[in-house]
């Protein structure tokens, strides 16, 4: 398949010095535009109102039980997939805690172009202060 993806941070530089910008696969392009989600507040981008992940603004509201805020990233994340990132299907989300200020998101899927299977693994550090 051919690299038709701008990769991301788009270095604008090389453009205007008449070079090109970098292309990448669809699995790299997927898995950026992911980590572009889970990092984005909701209403961040004028343009797209609800895009971003709401676990940045909801955490000062859940008890930090373990399980209610695992799968509560679960299906927020689920449904986030389903709504931004139409290259991908068949998922299985999975989130665990290493301690207190970190999450790991691990993500597996396949390509709905050439239906190749991938993983992903997110390590989302959290301030400790959203937890108190």
């Given at each position: 398949?051919?690299?038709?993806?701008?990769?991301?941070?788009?270095?604008?530089?090389?453009?205007?010095?008449?070079?090109?910008?970098?292309?990448?696969?669809?699995?790299?392009?997927?898995?950026?535009?992911?980590?572009?989600?889970?990092?984005?507040?909701?209403?961040?981008?004028?343009h797209k109102p609800?895009?971003?992940?709401?676990?940045?603004?909801?955490?000062?509201?859940?008890?930090?039980?373990?399980?209610?805020?695992?799968?509560?990233?679960?299906?927020?994340?689920?449904?986030?997939?389903?709504?931004?990132?139409?290259?991908?299907?068949?998922?299985?989300?999975?989130?665990?805690?290493?301690n207190e200020n970190?999450?790991?998101?691990?993500?597996k899927g396949c390509?709905?172009?050439?239906?190749?299977?991938?993983?992903?693994?997110?390590?989302?550090?959290?301030?400790?202060?959203?937890?108190?």
């Amino acid at each position: 398949m051919q690299n038709k993806y701008l990769q991301l941070p788009l270095q604008l530089n090389e453009l205007l010095n008449g070079g090109r910008l970098s292309r990448i696969h669809v699995k790299d392009s997927i898995k950026q535009h992911i980590w572009l989600l889970v990092n984005t507040y909701q209403g961040e981008h004028s343009h797209k109102p609800a895009y971003g992940f709401p676990l940045w603004e909801q955490t000062l509201r859940i008890n930090p039980n373990s399980q209610l805020l695992k799968s509560h990233i679960e299906l927020s994340l689920q449904q986030y997939l389903t709504q931004f990132e139409t290259r991908m299907h068949q998922f299985n989300i999975a989130v665990s805690f290493e301690n207190e200020n970190h999450i790991t998101i691990s993500l597996k899927g396949c390509t709905v172009y050439c239906n190749q299977e991938f993983n992903i693994d997110y390590q989302l550090l959290v301030h400790p202060l959203l937890y108190k």
